[in-house]
């Protein structure tokens, strides 16, 4: 039988003190206890580690070559278990997530904030990659989850609905667009200078085969690669974007505003993407709980 915890805890014990009393007063237990604890530990290594006397114990060669290895591991598990607790009540930590670029650009910001207030001691490290990446740097071990809104579903990955939202066309506050009116529809989009992403990405796929469901012809005046992009475009008033509404950052993006679509309304939904079979770490939980926060103050 290999040794235990609390043997070798007896032992180290014993060894400083050369008393079995005044070890079991340092361990709570009682001193017939200690004596059990030792004489085990020394059948499962299979030598004596006490010349015992009628006045002391006298720890033995073998028992001065245990002494550093027994007290490391003690050090050892000791650190493992503050490690752990530290980790369990998140207060110190690693954690690697991945997100959309805009994502990461008009949510982000105000997430990773509180949760670096809430928890100073958790080092983050945020991915921003194309929708087409979102699971592939789940699948590699890059991030331990994804947020976003992928182009696939993937059986290997869990799909969890964080947030349940609707395409929209966004606009600037101050140039509000006469062709909308207080329900804009696609058929009223459509006549207007429109900034969308090239066609290939998932959102872009999803606008045109609303417009051809339609039977309406969709010519943008500007195609970009990043949805910030588009946004940053919109913003200096070049026309409007149609995306999900939650892309809008009130700090980045002050001058927008997003106005959902209707006839029909077309959802876009923000989903949280990990590994099947593998469980989300305390960090991991805490970030999205700060997530779910951030995102019902919207």
């Given at each position: 039988m290999d040794p235990s915890l609390r043997q070798l805890q007896a032992f180290v014990n014993v060894y400083h003190s050369g008393s079995l009393t005044r070890a079991a007063d340092k361990l709570c237990i009682t001193q017939s206890a200690v004596s059990v604890l030792i004489q085990q530990l020394e059948r499962s290594l299979g030598v004596r580690l006490f010349d015992r006397t009628s006045k002391a114990l006298r720890p033995t060669p073998a028992a001065q070559d245990a002494l550093a290895t027994a007290e490391r591991i003690i050090?050892?598990?000791?650190?493992?278990?503050?490690?752990?607790?530290?980790?369990?009540?998140?207060?110190?930590?690693r954690l690697s997530f991945a997100a959309t670029s805009a994502v990461?650009?008009?949510?982000?910001?105000?997430?990773?904030?509180?949760?670096?207030?809430?928890?100073?001691?958790?080092?983050?490290?945020?991915?921003?990659?194309?929708?087409?990446?979102?699971?592939?740097?789940?699948?590699?071990?890059?991030?331990?989850?994804s947020?976003?809104?992928?182009?696939?579903?993937?059986?290997?990955?869990?799909?969890?609905?964080?947030?349940?939202?609707?395409?929209?066309?966004?606009?600037?506050?101050?140039?509000?667009?006469?062709?909308?009116?207080?329900?804009?529809?696609?058929?009223?989009?459509?006549?207007?200078?429109?900034?969308t992403v090239r066609r290939g990405i998932g959102i872009r796929t999803l606008i045109d085969r609303t417009f051809d469901e339609l039977g309406l012809p969709f010519k943008p005046l500007f195609e970009v690669s990043y949805l910030t992009t588009a946004l940053a475009l919109t913003a200096r008033g070049l026309g409007v974007a149609i995306l999900p509404a939650y892309l809008i950052s009130s700090l980045q993006f002050p001058n927008l505003v997003a106005r959902q679509l209707y006839k029909p309304v077309v959802g876009r939904d923000l989903c949280l993407m990990h590994l099947k079979h593998k469980t989300l770490?305390?960090?991991?939980?805490?970030?999205v709980e700060v997530l779910r926060g951030t995102l019902e103050k919207r």
């Open positions: 050090r050892d598990v000791a650190h493992l278990t503050s490690s752990a607790k530290g980790l369990a009540e998140r207060s110190r930590g990461a650009a008009g949510l982000m910001p105000a997430v990773i904030d509180t949760f670096r207030r809430r928890y100073p001691n958790i080092s983050l490290t945020m991915l921003d990659v194309g929708s087409d990446n979102l699971t592939t740097a789940v699948e590699q071990g890059e991030a331990e989850f947020i976003g809104t992928p182009d696939t579903l993937n059986d290997s990955i869990v799909h969890t609905t964080i947030l349940r939202d609707q395409l929209s066309v966004i606009y600037r506050s101050d140039m509000p667009p006469p062709a909308l009116r207080r329900h804009p529809t696609w058929e009223d989009v459509v006549k207007l200078d429109c900034i770490s305390p960090a991991a939980l805490a970030l």
